[in-house]
């Protein structure tokens, strides 16, 4: 019996590896800023929320950081 090692790259023809662009369209550019803005905005929240209730996340707080960051709201 002989034990065989492949990599990811030995199984993966370069053919059918799809090609990248140059390039990223102004949409996606757009979108990927507008994503990154909307994280960095709920971090800052959940850094202010954790900072004026004393820094530690119980379960209690974690409950409602999540609750304040769901999209909906009952």
């Known amino acids: 019996m002989s034990t065989l090692a492949y990599s990811g790259h ?3 023809a370069d053919a059918a590896a799809p090609e990248k662009s140059a390039r990223k369209s102004l949409w996606r550019i ?3 800023a507008l994503v990154a803005s909307r994280q960095r905005r709920a971090e800052r929240e959940i850094a202010a929320y954790l900072e004026s209730h004393g820094g530690l996340l119980t379960d209690e707080m974690e409950r ?3 609750r ?3 999209p909906t709201r009952l």
Do not use: G, K, Q, T
Request: charged share 35%; aromatic share 8%.
């Open 10 to 12: 030995d199984l993966v």
């Open 30 to 32: 757009a979108y990927e």
């Open 64 to 66: 409602e950081i999540m």
């Open 68 to 70: 304040r960051m769901s």
